[in-house]
T-cell receptor
């Protein structure tokens, strides 16, 4: 079975450019999560969806960040405009439901903003 | 505020030398505690979920246990392929909703 799929795997861009990260959750999973991982702060939750509806975006650092889930099999995380401090690895994870259920992570997108 | 602290930050073991990793947590009510393994350049890989004090789960050389304040990941007779970063996360009945609150991880190196 395919796991969580993320694209691109690596992204290098210049400050000020728009960046779009993509995620395909595991089929049948109802909940989707976006995390960011840095050496300094570890894994941080940015936003999560349940049944395609955003539930909590309190982890989104600024208005420059936005996320959408137009259907059960696709989600995007957009950064506009990007800044060097956004450089990190961004993970998408999915789970069958929100409560007390393990989340399965994708391979991540390594973002470098120059 | 929910807190998760893992220790040690790094651990070096000889192949076959058993040890334990610690995850201490402070939450208002534990919904679940999760252990993940992360290899360099990859996403966290799910290992175990524990829900209540006294619960134990095993997988190959790994055994996870849970008390009301901490969880241990016991590694018995480790092999070099067990080298990875091990992450602990908690989900709590709190204002944080359904967030997984991760510790900073323990980086394990097993040498032949």
């Amino acid at each position: 079975d395919a796991g969580v799929i993320q694209s691109p795997r690596h992204e290098v861009t210049e400050m000020g450019q728009e960046v779009t990260l993509r995620c395909k959750p595991i089929s049948g999973h109802n909940s989707l999560f976006w995390y960011r991982q840095t050496m300094m702060r570890g894994l941080e939750l940015l936003i999560y969806f349940n049944n395609n509806v955003p539930i909590d975006d309190s982890g989104m650092p600024e208005d420059r960040f936005s996320a959408k889930m137009p259907n059960a099999s696709f989600s995007t995380l957009k950064i506009q405009p990007s800044e060097p401090r956004d450089s990190a690895v961004y993970f998408c994870a999915s789970s069958l439901s929100l409560a007390g259920i393990e989340q399965f992570f994708g391979p991540g997108t390594r973002l470098t903003v120059l | 505020e929910d807190q998760v602290t893992q220790s040690p930050e790094a651990l070096r073991l000889q192949e076959g030398e058993s040890s334990s990793l610690n995850c201490s947590y402070t939450v208002s009510g534990l919904r679940g505690l999760f252990w993940y393994r992360q290899d360099p350049g990859k996403g966290p890989e799910f290992l175990f979920t524990l829900y209540s004090a006294g619960e134990e789960k095993e997988k190959e050389r790994l055994k996870a246990t849970l008390t009301k304040k901490e969880s241990f990941l016991h590694i018995t007779a480790p092999k070099p392929e067990d080298s990875a970063t091990y992450l602990c996360a908690v989900q709590a009945y709190s204002n944080s909703g359904y967030e997984l609150n991760f510790g900073k991880g323990t980086s394990l190196l097993v040498t032949p």
